[in-house]
Each structure stands twice: as structure tokens, then as C-alpha cells.
């Protein structure tokens, strides 16, 4: 008869990882998590925990103690201690279940082939995905975990590491923005203007690129090739180039637009003539300029994917609509613009949320100008590039700048996830 094995028991065990494994008949896996707590142990007792004690004074003695590093570094640490502490949850799981299968007449892997095949039958997946994990803890976590830290302390340009120390102010940064009157005018102006430059720049080019796919997609056009190579120059050329050109060309007094279109424009429409607009000068025409360029500039990506989808949808739902008497605009509403969003969701979100931060159009095109509305930021600048003042400037903010960053963070995220759920982006058809 084969032996009960006790889940409690070994349960308590594994409190000292290993040994719960080693009561399941699992000596190998039991002797690899005994040899990685003790290995964990020896790097805690000498390294980790005087890096945590730095994190958590960041330094005593100016010009010795570098309180920018020893805030890097105690974060660094603070990572691994909580993927260990993860591995050690796993460990007391494991030995729980382990001696439940036993209970069960369940197969368990005991020796080392067996352990060996069962990973490659059923765990194969997850070795695969462990390096993106690392990648993914070194490129997101660890830097976001650097900025909420920062957010947190007083670092600015009084406290520039290490001829002075930084300390922990907690919410005081945070609070700050809406305390006092030039961040609290300067962030309501930033951020209206953000909302409004990422919903009016991406739904432009949003609709001109689904207007010019479904014009270059009906039947009647001729030569679409040369039509679709007209379409991609916006996208072949480097932005920054094309940011830069239009910044010339928009300029007020020897620009293209004023010099040349906009008297070429006033022969057709009278109102127009002798009219200079005060593009690069005028907060109002600059936000109207920057948001024109983006629509040229976002509008191919757009065109490329819709035409892609377009040509997939068959002929035979327009047919059946033809039949039963419906429109073009029916035929839009119902058919073409359902399977554009079915197919194109996820991207036509991650249109506005890049916008949302896109800051070299905003710097390369008038430098967040013109003009100031208070903290440092231009009457053009989105969060983004006033963090970049926030932190470039004479008299550089950077806790400042982490917490805005964490705010945009914050609104991004937010707002892409309820648009995600409420368009069903990620629903997948066989679950």
C-alpha cells in the first residue's frame, strides 16, 4: 500500500525551502531549492542588506555617500529579494500540491530524468519565456521602480548627489503640483492641452488614413500603385526630417505657407489674401499646425492597415448589402467600419496613447513655444516635453519630473485599458 503523504506537514517543511520537496520523494528539486536559499542567504547577508539599509537612508555623509546610487542600486536589490521572496511562496505551494498528487495516485517526478522529461513536456513553454522576463525586469520594471522611487524624494537642483544627500519627502512632490499656483496653472494647462493634442492629432490621422485606404480601394481608381507610393512618403521620409521642413515652412514671415500658399489659396478664397498667420508666434495656430503635420506624418501607417484589412473583407457582405438596398454610408457603418475595428483595434488605441507622449514633433517644431504658462513648461508642451524641461533646465526638478511621469503613466495605462475592455481588443475567439 502505497504511503499517505501529509500536505501540512509538508507544507511546514518547505518553510525551509527543500525540505517539504525532499518528505515528497523529490530529493533533486528538494537540494536545488536548499542550494538557492543558501546561496540567496549568503548574497542577503553580505550584499543585499546593506544596499537595502542605503536604500532606506540614502547616505549620512555628503560627498562619501552618493544618495543617486545608493538609491539605484538599493532598487536593483530590492528586486531580486522579491523574486526570491516569489520563488519561496512557489516552493511552499509546491510541496502542498506535491503531496496532494501523491495522495491522489498521480504520477510525481522523483529522480532526475524524470524531473528532466517532465520540464521538457510540461514546462518547456515557460523556460522559453523566462529570458523575456529578465529582459523585461531589466528594460520596464527596474527603471519604473527607479522613477517611483525618485518621485518620492526631494531631488532637485538644491540637491544635486553627492554635494548634498537626498531624503524621503513621501507625497510631498505630488502634492506640490496641486499646492502650489505655478505647477498646479502649469500642469491643468499642460495636461488639458495633452488630452486634447492626442485625441484631435490621432483621430486626424486616423480618418485620413481610413478615407484615403477605402478611395485607393474601390475599383474605379486608376493607378494605385502610384497612388500608394504617394501615400507612404510621409512615412519613408525620418520624421524628425519632415518635423524640421515643416518648421521652416511654417514659419511667419519666410515661410512657404505664408509666402506662397496662403496667397495662392487667397485667389480662391478672398478672405485669405494678404493674410500672414502667425503660426510659430500665436499658441492657438501653433497647436492648430502641430496638430495638421501629425495628420500627415500618422495618417500612412493608418492607410497601409486598413487597406490590408480592406482587401480581406469578401465582396460578397457589400453584394448582399447592395441588394438589400443600402447605401455607401450603410455599407461603411455596417460592414466596412465594424471589420476595420474587429481587425485594427489595439492599433488605433496605441495611436492616441503614443501621441499622448510623442515628443519630438512637439520639440523639433517650436521648442514647446511659444511663449510660458508657468513651471517651466511652453504653452505648446505636452507632459512629456515638459518633463524634458522639467529636468534639462537651469534649475532642473527631477522629483518633480518622476511624478508627473508616474501621472502620465498612471493616465495612460488607465485609459488604455477601459478602451481595451470596452472594444474587446484582446478577446480571444477560441477561449
Not at 168 to 178: L, M, P, R
Not at 324 to 334: I, L
Not at 360 to 389: C, E, H, K, M, Q
Not at 404 to 413: E, F, G, M, N, Q
Amino acid at each position: 500500500m502505497t504511503t499517505k503523504q501529509n500536505p501540512k506537514k509538508a507544507l511546514l517543511l518547505s518553510l525551509i525551502p527543500g525540505l517539504g520537496q525532499i518528505y515528497n520523494k523529490q530529493k533533486v528539486k528538494g537540494g536545488i531549492f536548499l542550494a538557492v536559499t543558501v546561496a540567496f542567504l549568503i548574497y542577503f547577508a553580505l550584499i543585499a542588506s546593506s544596499e537595502l539599509a542605503g536604500l532606506v537612508s540614502l547616505g549620512e555623509q555628503p560627498f562619501q555617500d552618493n544618495s543617486l546610487f545608493m538609491l539605484i542600486r538599493g532598487a536593483f536589490h530590492l528586486i531580486i529579494v522579491v523574486v526570491y521572496l516569489i520563488f519561496y511562496g512557489l516552493n511552499l505551494k509546491d510541496a502542498y500540491d506535491i503531496a496532494k498528487r501523491w495522495n491522489s495516485g498521480h504520477t510525481v517526478p522523483t529522480t532526475w530524468n524524470d524531473m528532466i522529461k517532465g520540464i521538457y513536456e510540461n514546462g518547456f513553454p515557460y523556460l522559453l519565456i523566462i529570458p523575456s522576463y529578465i529582459a523585461m525586469t531589466c528594460a520596464i520594471i527596474f527603471p519604473v521602480l527607479v522613477t517611483l522611487f525618485i518621485a518620492f524624494t526631494n531631488y532637485d537642483f538644491q540637491h544635486l548627489p553627492p554635494n548634498k544627500l537626498l531624503d524621503w519627502v513621501g507625497v510631498t512632490n505630488f502634492a506640490n503640483i496641486w499646492q502650489l499656483s505655478t505647477f498646479r496653472a502649469a500642469f491643468t494647462s499642460v495636461l488639458g492641452w495633452t488630452i486634447i493634442w492626442a485625441l484631435a492629432a490621432s483621430t486626424l490621422q486616423i480618418v485620413i488614413g481610413i478615407f484615403t485606404a477605402i478611395v485607393a480601394n474601390q475599383p474605379f481608381i486608376k493607378g494605385k500603385r502610384i497612388f500608394g507610393v504617394i501615400f507612404l512618403l510621409p512615412w519613408a521620409v525620418p520624421a524628425f526630417i519632415t518635423i524640421l521642413t515643416f518648421s521652416n515652412m511654417f514659419n511667419d514671415s519666410i515661410g512657404a505657407i505664408n509666402t506662397q500658399v496662403i496667397p495662392l489659396l487667397g485667389k480662391v478664397l478672398p478672405f485669405l489674401n494678404g493674410q500672414l498667420i502667425p503660426w510659430k508666434t500665436d499658441p492657438t495656430w501653433t497647436k492648430i499646425a502641430l496638430i495638421m503635420i501629425q495628420g500627415w506624418l500618422g495618417f500612412p501607417y493608418i492607410y497601409v492597415l486598413t487597406l490590408g484589412i480592406l482587401q480581406s473583407i469578401p465582396n460578397d457582405l457589400y453584394e448582399a448589402a447592395y441588394i438589400d438596398g443600402a447605401n455607401a454610408w450603410q455599407k461603411f457603418r455596417n460592414i466596412t467600419l465594424p471589420m476595420i475595428l474587429a481587425v485594427a483595434a489595439p492599433t488605433l488605441i496605441s495611436q492616441y496613447t503614443f501621441n499622448f507622449n510623442n515628443f519630438s514633433i512637439i520639440y523639433l517644431f517650436n521648442g514647446g513655444g511659444p511663449g510660458s504658462v508657468g513651471g517651466g513648461a511652453g504653452s505648446t508642451d505636452i507632459l512629456i516635453s515638459w518633463i524634458y524641461r522639467l529636468t534639462t533646465g537651469n534649475a532642473p526638478q527631477y522629483s518633480m519630473a518622476a511624478a508627473v511621469t508616474l501621472i502620465i503613466s498612471l493616465i495612460v495605462i488607465s485609459i488604455s485599458m477601459v478602451a481595451f475592455k470596452k472594444l474587446h481588443a484582446f478577446d480571444m475567439e477560441d477561449v
